[in-house]
Structure formats: structure tokens, C-alpha cells
């Protein structure tokens, strides 16, 4: 592992100051208010110019929309966006989903549809699970039904995060239900403006807005399917796995594991803790971080973030969940009921950050798959332990079934 930091030469610093000064104009104190108020994660404006910096997908090459940025560009991009809080929950899925477009779409499809997902045009959203299918994606029951030149779509998703603000969802949709559960699925480009789709909002704890779409009798086109049909989970495969396991970087620059962005959350609230501790004066004129106790909580809080972000794939998306989860918490006791004063509120420490923090934290367990889920991966795909069997579940005996 190497640990050396990258030295920036002046065209990097030049790239730096040029992402910050377009920060400083597009993810205003407005942009946070608006996200305050929505939890809808996009703002139209950053989005937009994110386009017209062909920094949506800045990996391409100019000409098809892109900034051709190599690798280290890349992450410093991604890591100052972080660093302000800018709302890009649309953007990333957008990427998700696009190269699965690219490589499965039909052709004239994908020429309309690219350039203008680098414009910041049209966005996607995943259209995955059910609500009483949780996190088996494969259990799905939303039916498309062959009709000439086009399907015929029944069914419900659920938290389908940005579908207010995309063009398009990533809809997993049954075709086959004769045939084992993995084989009858189909994957479809769904439009989300067609009749019949109807958004409804979910807002969280955290905040957050996401949705339950519903599809009543919707008709598709089946120039909107993307790969065979009844060869969905195959087309699926590509983005889920890189939810699941990352984008694949092995060039240094990369987080170690899935979701490192909550332990850096962390981190930016331990350093408003130690914030706190300094600047605060008790009854008796002594600081918190005079404090012995103090100290070793707010040293161990910075070890959890750091053990969190050198934890490599699966196994780091469980532990910085876990990190925020008890982290956020452990300093809210640590401050005490200031910290539990939301933004805006007479008294509030660092904008409500302390509060804000523990509320997103609980639906971090759930985002991507559940921590749950990334124990059967890290078990199976890591270890190589058996898939285990429960009591009910159904067994393939030569053609027939049974329940073991």
C-alpha cells in the first residue's frame, strides 16, 4: 500500500483553483438551502454546469462530451465536490447506469441519449426494489408484458432516490415468471414521463427525499429494453456490482472500500468536535479539551474514521456505516444536547452538522444493499463460505421442487 502523498506541479494547482472557484460560484449557501428543504440531492443549475464542463462524465474525450481528465483530475474533482457537500446523489446514479446504456442500448438509442447525459440533459435513476421485496432484487414482481413493439408494465418500485429530477429509470421488470427467478427478468430504459408512471415522495429521517414509483399499464417501447429479453440480471450484473464492489480503479488513487464518504463525513465531524472542545468554556473556566476523558474520546472517534477508510472493499462499506452510525452518536453524548439542535436553531453547533449527521447516518445501513447483505457477499464472494440455507427455502430436485 502506499501512503506517499501526491505532489501537485502547477497545471495541478491550476486545476485545483479552477474546481474551487467553480464551487465557490455553483454550491452557494443557497444550493445547501434548497437541499435543506428538498432533500432532493440535484440542483438543475450545478448540474448543468457540470455539463458544460464536461465534468459529468470527465473521463471522455472532448468530443463526446467529456473533459478527458485522467485519473488524478478525476479524483480531485470528486473529492472537492465531497469536501462542500455538494448534492450529486443524481449524478452518481446517472453514472451507474450509463455504462450499461452504452453497451446495451440500442444504438440509435445510445447516440441520441449520451451527449445529452454529458450536457446534464438527462439523467437516470435505479429502478430496483420492491417493497416487499427488500433487498432481493431478483424477487421482483413489476410485470412487462409482451405487446407487439411494446411491453406493458405493472408493478411498484420503491425507493427509487432522484426519479423527481431524472428523464429515465434503470427498471428491472419481470417477463418470464415461469422460469427460476434470476432468468425471467428483463432490463429496461423506462421513461419516466410516460402515462401511467406515477412518482409519489418519501422523505427520511435523514432528510433525504426518495420515492415509490408506480406503473399502471404503462406502454414501453421496445426500442427502450436494454439487452435480451429475459437476460436482465446478466445487464444488471455490471452497475450492481460496481454498487457492491466499487468501480474497479487499481491505481492508488481510489477509496479502499464502498462508501468511504460516510467516514469522511465523520472525519469533518470529529474535527468540528475537537472544534467544540477547544473553543468552549465550562462553569469553571476550563475547556473541554483540557479534559483528559475528552481527549481520548475525541482521539478515538479519529481512530475509528481512519480504521474505517483503510478498510478495502465490502468489508469497508460495513465498517464505515458502523463507524457513522456510533460515531455520530458517541459524539452527541460526548457534547451533549446542543449538539442535538437542528440547523437553523437559536444555539446550533457547526450549522446543526452533529444532528444532521446522526439522522443520516441510520439509513447509511440500508444504501446500496444492506450491511446485512454485504455480510452474505463479504461470507461468500471474500471468504468463500457456503450461500447459506433457511428453514422454507425452496430446492431444485430434478425439475421438480421442494422445501428443505
Same mark, same amino acid.
Given at each position: 500500500?502506499?501512503?506517499? *502523498? ?25 444550493? /445547501? ?7 432532493? #440531492?440535484?440542483?438543475?443549475?450545478? /448540474? ?68 445529452? *447525459?454529458?450536457?446534464?440533459? *438527462? ?76 412518482? #409519489?415522495?418519501? /422523505? ?16 414501453? #417501447? ?21 454498487? +457492491?464492489?466499487?468501480?474497479? +480503479?487499481? @491505481? ?38 483540557? @479534559? ?50 437542528? /440547523? ?10 452533529? @444532528? ?49
Amino acid at each position: 500500500m502506499d501512503f506517499s *502523498v501526491v505532489e501537485l506541479d502547477d497545471d495541478l494547482a491550476a486545476f485545483v483553483a479552477e474546481v474551487r472557484e467553480f464551487i465557490a460560484t455553483y454550491v452557494t449557501e443557497e444550493v /445547501h438551502e434548497e437541499e435543506r428543504r428538498t432533500g432532493g #440531492s440535484f440542483n438543475l443549475r450545478l /448540474h448543468e454546469a457540470l455539463g458544460a464542463k464536461g465534468w459529468i462524465v470527465p473521463h471522455w474525450p472532448v468530443e463526446k462530451g467529456g473533459a478527458g481528465l485522467d485519473r488524478l483530475r478525476q479524483r480531485i474533482l470528486e473529492l472537492e465536490l465531497e469536501r462542500v457537500d455538494a448534492p450529486t446523489i443524481t449524478l452518481s446514479t446517472t453514472r451507474l447506469v450509463l455504462s450499461a446504456v452504452e453497451k446495451y442500448a440500442e444504438p440509435g438509442l445510445a447516440a441520441e441519449l449520451l451527449s445529452k *447525459v454529458a450536457r446534464g440533459d *438527462v439523467r437516470f435513476c435505479l429502478g430496483y426494489t420492491e417493497p416487499d421485496g427488500g433487498s432481493d432484487i431478483a424477487a421482483a414482481k413489476t410485470r412487462a408484458v409482451r405487446d407487439g413493439d411494446e411491453w406493458i408494465v405493472n408493478g411498484q418500485k420503491i425507493f427509487t432516490t432522484g426519479a423527481q429530477n431524472c428523464q429515465y429509470t434503470f427498471l428491472i421488470a419481470r417477463t418470464d415468471p415461469d422460469l427460476p427467478k434470476h432468468k425471467g427478468l428483463t432490463m429496461f430504459l423506462m421513461p419516466l414521463d410516460a402515462p401511467g408512471v406515477e412518482i #409519489s415522495p418519501i /422523505h427520511t429521517v435523514g432528510g433525504e427525499r426518495t420515492n415509490v414509483v408506480y406503473y399502471g399499464d404503462v406502454r414501453v #417501447s421496445d426500442r427502450y429494453r436494454l439487452g435480451p429479453v429475459n437476460g436482465g440480471w446478466g445487464v444488471l450484473r455490471g452497475p450492481l456490482d460496481e454498487e +457492491h464492489f466499487g468501480a474497479g +480503479h487499481d @491505481d492508488g488513487l481510489s477509496d479502499l472500500g464502498i462508501g468511504a464518504s460516510w467516514a469522511r463525513l465523520q472525519g469533518r465531524n470529529v474535527g468540528a468536535a475537537v472544534r467544540w472542545a477547544r473553543t468552549t468554556r465550562r462553569p469553571d473556566g476550563l475547556r473541554p479539551i483540557d @479534559d483528559p476523558v475528552v481527549r481520548a474520546r475525541l482521539g478515538e472517534a479519529a481512530l475509528d474514521v481512519e480504521a474505517a477508510l483503510a478498510t478495502p472493499g465490502p468489508m469497508g462499506r460495513v465498517r464505515v456505516s458502523e463507524t457513522l452510525i456510533e460515531g455520530s452518536a458517541a459524539l452527541i453524548d460526548l457534547i451533549g444536547p446542543q449538539a442535538l439542535l437542528p /440547523h437553523g436553531a437559536d444555539g446550533c453547533l457547526e450549522g446543526g452538522a452533529f @444532528d444532521y449527521a446522526h439522522r443520516y447516518a441510520q439509513g447509511t445501513a440500508i444504501y446500496g444493499g444492506t450491511t446485512e447483505v454485504f455480510r452474505n457477499i463479504i461470507a461468500q464472494h471474500v471468504l468463500g463460505l457456503p450461500r447459506p440455507r433457511y428453514p422454507g427455502a425452496k430446492t431444485l430436485i430434478a425439475g421438480n421442487t421442494r422445501t428443505s
